[in-house]
């Protein structure tokens, strides 16, 4: 069964901006996404992430992260950003994040919140969790 709220990776493009002769590394990561649930819409993430080693296999990793919205909460229409803090592993991802205070646009205008990511690597949806006020 699939989560409620849930989104959906559509795009992913990772380079390794250092550490290329062996780990620890360093990579950038843009990816969109596609959000169902309390978030309707769709979203631009760019990641810095960290590998202990070669690559996720190799331990838990870190990754702060923002991550644009532009979409429909309550039927309210406009955009915001939130800052992730991401750990993943061979298993799955985890984060927790928060909205940029200021951050929200049109009728989102006000948006206060934080929620969490969360799934096993390789599915094709993911939960996600969010608390909100306006």
Partial sequence: MSPMNAFTM????????SGTEGGPRVA?????????????GESICDLLLYYAG?????????????ERFEGKIDGRE???????EYTF?????????????????GELAGLTGSGTVG?????EKMGYTFEYTF
Wanted: hydrophobic content about 35%; cysteine-free.
């Fill in 78 to 84: 406009g955009t915001f950003v939130v800052r992730h």
């Fill in 10 to 17: 559509k795009n992913w493009d990772e380079k390794i901006v």
């Fill in 54 to 66: 070669e690559g996720y296999e190799s331990g838990t990793t870190t990754s702060p992260s923002f």
């Fill in 119 to 123: 799934g096993a690597m390789g599915e």
């Fill in 89 to 105: 592993d061979a298993k799955g991802i985890a984060s927790t994040f928060t909205v940029v205070p200021g951050s929200a646009t």
């Fill in 28 to 40: 950038y990561a843009h990816a969109t996404m596609a959000y169902d649930g309390v978030i309707e």
